[in-house]
């Protein structure tokens, strides 16, 4: 059975950091592309930033510089640094593996950013 299990989210001020973290199981982490993913209220969920099997990230445009993927293959877990966050970024967050036809969520984990 496949769990991908979030963690590390909350409530922060403005200007604070976070540190999200993502815990597989059932899959065969290492050749996943992992990614995180926010939804906020009333909006739709949208890329943050991903990580292929090889190491190479991606970004979305309004987290470049300021947040940071990455995946520790032997603990089959893949991080979110957040730092400067801003209450644009309260959201909840979502790890996704992806891999071939295999296309795997988590439950989420809330961010919230007070002003």
């Known amino acids: 059975q496949v769990q991908l299990v979030e963690s590390g989210g909350g409530l922060v001020q403005a200007g604070g950091s976070l540190r999200l973290s993502c815990s597989a199981s059932?899959?065969?982490?290492?050749?996943?592309?992992m990614a995180w993913y926010r939804q906020a209220p009333g909006k739709q969920r949208e890329l943050v930033a991903d990580i292929t099997r090889d190491g190479n990230t991606n970004y979305a445009n309004s987290v470049k510089g300021r947040f940071s993927i990455s995946r520790d293959n032997a603990k089959n877990t893949v991080y979110l640094q957040m730092n400067s966050l801003k209450p644009e970024d309260t959201a909840v967050y979502y790890c996704?593996?992806?891999?071939?036809?295999?296309?795997?969520w988590g439950q989420g984990t809330q961010v919230t950013v007070a002003s």
């Open positions: 996704n593996a992806q891999w071939a036809l295999n296309d795997y």
């Open positions: 059932g899959i065969l982490f290492t050749i996943f592309r």
